[in-house]
């Protein structure tokens, strides 16, 4: 064999051996929805079946500490990760799209050069939605809601109503503590997050969800997974209408709408839906 050729043998096998170095990861970012926290991922099984279609788990943030262990391991470039986002759920989507954005920040940081892309139930989705408006927001390549209340629901009124009136025999704190004593911890986190279900109302001119519905959304491919339980116009917490990011104008994108046999809830089957959009199943 020639020298020449000896030669453009090593350096064809030299630029193979670096070819996966520029094999870029896919990098999911799961946020949670209301009254909820990261570990609802695994709880509902969804984390099980993203570990099947070998995705790794890199940990939760906003918090340093909680970073998977082999994060640098997970990071090699060459794999489908995923991390989850810790928001403060009793709080306004305003401050919740804030602290979801810190962590995007920091995502993109480690990851450059690779796509993000954002999956988020029920209120997790209006936080999502309105980081992308942000125009410091990193670019994503698809967002997923999940069960989302894109237009608001009536649960939202429900909850205030219950965490507000004021019975006519027992006007004053006093409801405080009999609500309280019947409704333990739950009423307690209704009326702590009250701000947060009321960016959740049905959408009406000076609410919150009518202001984000009027927003310009960045054209990125959409997705809603619709939840319809029997019995009702959806789920048992947001009717199927509001679920549908198509039902929102001012997303002009193309928006893929998956309906799905299910409360509201997270479950299994949202882990295959999820792992299906990701592999350009539904494109």
């Not at 690779?114 to 999956?119: G, K």
């Amino acid at each position: 064999m020639a020298f020449g050729e000896q030669m453009n043998i090593k350096l064809l096998w030299f630029f193979l051996l670096l070819i996966p170095t520029f094999v870029k990861a896919d990098v999911l970012v799961l946020v949670h929805g209301w009254a909820s926290t990261p570990e609802t991922w695994g709880v509902s099984g969804v984390q099980s079946v993203l570990a099947k279609k070998g995705w790794k788990d890199a940990g939760i943030l906003p918090y340093p500490s909680r970073i998977a262990s082999n994060h640098t391991n997970i990071n090699n470039g060459n794999g489908k990760i995923y991390y989850r986002i810790h928001l403060p759920s009793h709080a306004p989507i305003a401050i919740q799209s804030t602290v979801l954005l810190n962590a995007v920040k920091t995502i993109k940081g480690k990851h450059s050069g690779d796509r993000i892309f954002l999956a988020a139930h029920s209120a997790g989705g209006l936080a999502a939605r309105l980081m992308l408006l942000n125009p410091d927001a990193p670019k994503i390549s698809k967002l997923i809601t999940i069960a989302t209340p894109n237009l608001g629901t009536s649960r939202a009124v429900q909850g205030l109503d219950y965490a507000e009136s004021k019975p006519f025999f027992c006007p004053g704190p006093g409801i405080d503590f009999l609500k309280t004593a019947a409704g333990g911890d739950k009423y307690r986190y209704v009326k702590y997050s009250r701000p947060a279900i009321v960016d959740m109302l049905p959408a009406q001119y000076g609410g919150f969800i009518h202001w984000l519905n009027s927003q310009p959304h960045p054209a990125i491919q959409y997705y809603s997974i619709v939840k319809i339980a029997d019995g009702y116009p959806g789920d048992e917490m947001v009717s199927a209408v509001s679920q549908n990011l198509a039902n929102v104008k001012m997303i002009t994108s193309k928006v893929v709408t998956i309906d799905t046999r299910s409360g509201h809830a997270l479950n299994p089957q949202d882990g295959y839906i999820l792992e299906s959009i990701l592999t350009g199943k539904y494109d």
